[in-house]
């Protein structure tokens, strides 16, 4: 009995020590690994586990993505507060700069190959679109359709 | 107002919109079929299925793509590939045409549609001349020819809208839109083109930049509309270096007609925009018919603080037939420089039809909005209910240009190097409108899904067009010495003008949200 107790413990001890590190016990590392997705990429991974999905949902994830792609003035902290008094950088990636993306990068330049694609839109004209999407929504519109031109069309042939 | 756009699967869901809409296309006209002359051969030859009835009409045309033809219908609807469209009129139950055949059918398409035109052309010079009788037959005429064409896109719609305009002009009085009417389909073509958008984001432009260095500014708006243009100055001056301004936004508009106050509501929902991002703001609605009735003490001009006059599509509205003095237009200029802005930002549509002969107007008009629903359909908004509005919005200005004359047409559009020669007759100088908005406005035209669209820069004024046509301009404008302090007759108190002038204040900030009338 006792040395069946002992062997179960030093599996356990084994197992601890074999089982390495776990990233989700170190979320500010997660969170940080996170940042350098691109949207799409972030969007699944919020979809892996709950606490993923809480790491995902950070503002602050989306605000670092939504930096990478805009020119202009990002970052401080005056214009932290306008986005977030607007919805959020998740929203304005979700609605506006993410379709935008989509749409520079199809109709992309190849002159620049070394941008891998992304292209960057300027943060007044990101804000000013999503200020109007966000305006619409005051009237509490369900499905406001100023930002709809941002989709890409729907092939109904 | 139901909410706008919904998913293309489920086009007919928002059936609360569906009357309104109803309501509008029947104060069109698309709804008649019984009203006009006896020897009218098919009513409502214009759209081929019931015209009441709009998201019928989508779905069939979305989904229904075999459908066989039912009662007044002379048209199939859009088939699944394009050589089963021009086969199916001649040979339905042919599944394999050759290629002569389509061939030949092309060329009658495009015959039929070169025929259209010059019948439109003949029959607007019949109708200058007062021969009433044969612009009838022309109609006629060109009814016929309608059928054969496809009204669905391309030459023949825009052929049938201003066959359309003709008979109307011939039979009918046109009524003016209502109030409620004109914002939907205004919101609707804002939503399916971007030449609003470039409109609201190049003005903002300039009146960010004539804004620099003043604590406290006032917008002047001559057609508030649902406000759309501001969030996006709202939010720009929340970002501005150095904090934003007081911001003060006084809404030119025409009084709603069932008793709500709908400048109010705009404004609340502009306060409140503002609040969230901690910017002070002031709105006022001042409402008014014509333009012309607005009177300076109304906007409660103060010193000191910098004022941008912004009129988007408007100032046309007041000009009168070329040679006739004086026009609106010079009296509200003349009060727009007394109050000194910093800037007046002015759009209109680039296009000549003000001329005093009609048909030199109907052939301007002819081909400016072809263009202009070419590139409609060029953008391919996503909603199809979306694109129709659109359309039913120009429409209204087509039917205005042909059928009304005198003090009922509106729609007096004049090219930019005439606004330029009036704005600076009046005093105003030009304001050379600087990179950053070309930039902007390049920006946004490559986000549209189309490529036809084309921003050029003329003297320091943006226009946009589509496949090198130009079709609306955007220009900023100042007064001279504008940095003298205004004049003190500006906030002198007028006796009450009793043309259906309300006024109301809402003013909201971070510590309070008073509401004063």
């Known amino acids: 009995m006792g040395a069946e107790q002992e062997q179960e413990q030093h599996e356990q001890d084994d197992d601890t020590m074999n089982r390495g590190y776990n990233l989700n016990d170190n979320v500010d590392i997660l969170a940080e690994i996170l940042t350098r997705l691109d949207g799409r990429s972030l969007g699944v991974a919020a979809c892996v586990c709950r606490l993923w999905s809480t790491v995902c949902n950070r503002d602050s994830v989306w605000e670092t993505l939504c930096d990478r792609h805009v020119v202009g003035g990002a970052g401080d902290s005056g ?31 190849p002159a620049d190959p070394d941008k891998q694609g992304w292209a960057h839109l300027s943060l007044s004209l990101s804000l000013s679109l999503f200020s109007i999407d966000c305006y619409e929504r005051l009237e509490g519109k369900q499905r406001p359709a100023s930002l709809l031109f941002l989709c890409k069309p729907v092939n109904v042939a | 107002m139901g909410p706008y756009g919904s998913d293309s699967t489920t086009v007919s869901s928002t059936a609360c919109s569906g009357p309104e809409i109803d309501a509008i296309l029947t104060g069109t006209g698309y709804g008649l079929s019984t009203s006009g002359p006896c020897h009218v051969a098919n009513p409502d030859y214009s759209i081929p ?279 609106p237009v010079d009296s509200v200029l003349e009060w727009i420089v007394g109050i000194r802005p910093k800037v007046v930002t002015v759009v209109e549509q680039e296009a000549d039809h003000n001329k005093p002969t009609f048909i030199d107007r109907f052939t301007e008009a002819l081909f400016y909005y072809s263009t202009m629903f070419d590139s409609l359909e060029g953008s391919r908004p996503h909603h199809q209910r979306q694109m129709a509005l659109a359309e039913v919005y120009l429409q209204k200005e087509i039917c205005n240009i042909v059928c009304c004359e005198g003090e009922n047409r509106v729609e007096r559009h004049e090219p930019l190097t005439q606004w330029r020669t009036r704005l600076t007759n009046a005093g105003l100088n030009p304001v050379h409108l600087g990179s950053g908005a070309f930039r902007q406005a390049s920006m946004l ?73």
Not at chain 2, 185 to 194: D, G, R, S
């Open chain 2, 49 to 327: 299925f019931n015209p009441s009835d709009v998201t019928t009409w989508v779905d069939s045309m979305l989904t229904d793509f075999n459908s066989t033809s039912t009662g007044n219908l002379h048209l199939q609807p859009i088939p699944a590939t394009w050589t089963d469209q021009i086969c199916s009129p001649l040979n339905p139950t042919d599944s394999s045409p050759s290629h002569a055949l389509i061939a030949q059918q092309r060329k009658e398409e495009e015959d039929s549609g070169i025929r259209l035109v010059h019948l439109l052309m003949t029959c607007a010079d019949a109708v200058q001349h007062g021969s009433t009788g044969l612009a009838a037959g022309m109609v006629d005429e060109m009814r016929v020819l309608l059928s054969r064409v496809n009204t669905l896109s391309g030459i023949g719609k825009v052929a049938g809208y201003f066959a359309d305009a003709l008979f109307r002009r011939l039979y009918t009085t046109e009524t003016p839109l209502s109030v409620t009417d004109h914002e939907v389909l205004y919101h609707h073509f804002y939503e399916a083109c971007p030449y609003l958008k470039f409109a609201h984001f190049t003005a903002n432009q300039a009146i960010l930049e004539a804004f620099e260095g003043y604590d406290r500014v006032h917008v002047i708006d001559f057609s508030l509309m649902q406000g759309l243009q501001w969030p996006a100055l709202i939010q720009a001056l929340a970002l501005r270096p150095g904090g934003p301004p007081f911001l003060r936004i006084t809404g030119i508009g025409p009084p709603s007609p069932d008793g709500r106050d709908a400048l109010r509501e705009v404004g609340f929902k502009l306060a409140e925009l503002a609040r969230s991002v901690r910017v002070r703001f002031a709105f006022r609605g001042v409402a008014a018919n014509r333009l012309d009735d607005v009177k300076p003490w109304m906007l409660q001009a103060t010193h000191g603080e910098a004022i941008a006059v912004n009129s988007v599509l408007q100032l046309h509205r007041l000009l009168t037939d070329p040679g006739t003095t004086p026009a």
């Open chain 1, 79 to 109: 214009t932290r507060s306008v986005v977030a008094a607007l919805g959020g950088y998740r929203r304005l990636y979700r609605l506006c700069l993410g379709p935008a993306l989509d749409r520079l990068t199809c109709s992309g330049d």
């Open chain 2, 445 to 517: 035209l490559t986000l549209f899904s189309d490529e036809g669209y084309c921003v050029e820069e003329v003297d320091g004024c943006l226009t946009l067009g589509w496949h090198n046509r130009a079709l609306i301009s955007a220009s900023a404008w100042r007064v001279p010495d504008a940095d003298v302090s205004p004049d003190d007759d500006s906030s002198v108190i007028a006796s009450n003008s009793n043309n259906c002038i309300n006024s109301n204040n809402i003013s909201g900030s971070d510590d309070n949200n008073r509401i004063s009338m």
